[in-house]
C-alpha cells in the first residue's frame, strides 16, 4: 500500500535557514492573505533572490503545509501528553485546553493560519482534516469527563467541545506576547471555561435559602 513520504528538508544556507524562510512567509501569509503572497515577496522580505528560496523550498504550497503542520502537530502533542495521564478524564480535558493555549501562544502565527484555511488547496484540506480529528478527541474526552460526572451532562459533548476551543482559538485575534505570560493565561482560560460547565448542585444553585 502507498503511503505518503513526508517533504524533504532541506538545508539552508547560512543566515537563511529554512526556519527564517518559513517564519518570513507566514507574516506574509497571515498579512497579506495566502493567495496574495507570491515567492517573489517571500524572497523580498528575506533581502534573498528567488533562486536563493527555492534552495531551501519547493514552492509556495510547501511553506504552508509546513506552517500549518507546525501548528496541529502542537496540538497533537499535548493531546498525546494528556491521553497518556493516569487520571481522571475531567482532569485530562482541563490540561488539554490549558496546554493548547500555551501552543497557540508559542506558535501563534502559525496557528493564526491555521484558523484562516478554508480547503481550497489540497493542503488545506488536510489540514482540516486533522482539525477534524483533533476536534473529534476533545469530543470524546467531554464525552468521558460528563460519564464520570466531572462536568455537566446537559451539554452535548461535541458542542462542549466546540465552545472551549472556540474559547482558545479566539485568543488569536487579540493575545500578544507583551499582554502577559502565556501560563497565566491558560489558567485564566481553564478557569473561565470549567466554572461554566462544572455539575450543578441543584440545592445551592437554584436560589433556595434556608428557613429562618
Given at each position: 500500500?502507498?503511503?505518503?513520504?513526508?517533504?524533504?528538508?532541506?538545508?539552508?544556507?547560512?543566515?537563511?535557514?529554512v526556519?527564517?524562510?518559513?517564519?518570513?512567509?507566514v507574516?506574509l501569509?497571515?498579512t497579506h492573505?495566502?493567495d496574495?503572497?507570491?515567492m517573489?515577496?517571500?524572497?523580498?522580505?528575506?533581502?534573498i533572490?528567488k533562486s536563493?528560496?527555492?534552495?531551501?523550498?519547493?514552492?509556495?504550497?510547501?511553506l504552508?503545509?509546513?506552517?500549518?503542520?507546525?501548528?496541529v502537530?502542537?496540538?497533537?502533542?499535548?493531546?498525546?501528553?494528556v491521553?497518556?495521564?493516569?487520571?481522571?478524564a475531567?482532569?485530562r480535558l482541563?490540561?488539554?485546553v490549558?496546554?493548547?493555549?500555551?501552543?497557540?501562544?508559542?506558535?501563534?502565527e502559525?496557528?493564526t493560519?491555521?484558523l484562516?484555511?478554508r480547503?481550497?488547496?489540497?493542503v488545506e484540506?488536510?489540514?482540516?482534516?486533522r482539525?477534524?480529528?483533533?476536534d473529534?478527541?476533545?469530543?470524546?474526552l467531554?464525552?468521558?469527563?460528563?460519564?464520570?460526572?466531572?462536568?455537566?451532562?446537559?451539554?452535548?459533548?461535541?458542542?462542549?467541545?466546540?465552545?472551549?476551543?472556540?474559547?482558545?482559538n479566539?485568543?488569536?485575534?487579540?493575545?500578544?506576547p507583551?499582554?502577559?505570560?502565556?501560563?497565566?493565561?491558560a489558567d485564566?482560560?481553564?478557569?473561565?471555561?470549567?466554572d461554566?460547565?462544572?455539575?450543578?448542585?441543584?440545592?445551592t444553585?437554584?436560589?433556595?435559602?434556608p428557613?429562618?
Amino acid at each position: 500500500m502507498d503511503t505518503a513520504r513526508p517533504v524533504p528538508r532541506r538545508r539552508g544556507r547560512p543566515g537563511h535557514d529554512v526556519d527564517a524562510v518559513l517564519a518570513a512567509a507566514v507574516r506574509l501569509f497571515n498579512t497579506h492573505g495566502y493567495d496574495a503572497t507570491s515567492m517573489f515577496d517571500v524572497a523580498e522580505a528575506l533581502g534573498i533572490t528567488k533562486s536563493t528560496l527555492y534552495h531551501h523550498v519547493s514552492g509556495k504550497e510547501q511553506l504552508l503545509a509546513m506552517a500549518v503542520d507546525r501548528a496541529v502537530d502542537g496540538l497533537f502533542e499535548a493531546a498525546t501528553r494528556v491521553r497518556d495521564a493516569e487520571t481522571t478524564a475531567t482532569v485530562r480535558l482541563k490540561e488539554l485546553v490549558r496546554s493548547s493555549v500555551l501552543v497557540l501562544a508559542e506558535r501563534l502565527e502559525f496557528v493564526t493560519l491555521l484558523l484562516r484555511v478554508r480547503g481550497n488547496t489540497e493542503v488545506e484540506q488536510h489540514a482540516l482534516a486533522r482539525r477534524r480529528e483533533f476536534d473529534a478527541l476533545v469530543t470524546e474526552l467531554a464525552r468521558q469527563a460528563q460519564a464520570e460526572g466531572g462536568i455537566r451532562a446537559d451539554v452535548d459533548p461535541a458542542t462542549a467541545a466546540r465552545l472551549l476551543f472556540g474559547m482558545v482559538n479566539s485568543l488569536v485575534e487579540w493575545y500578544r506576547p507583551e499582554r502577559g505570560r502565556p501560563e497565566a493565561l491558560a489558567d485564566t482560560v481553564v478557569q473561565l471555561a470549567f466554572d461554566g460547565l462544572r455539575t450543578i448542585d441543584t440545592t445551592t444553585d437554584r436560589g433556595d435559602q434556608p428557613e429562618q
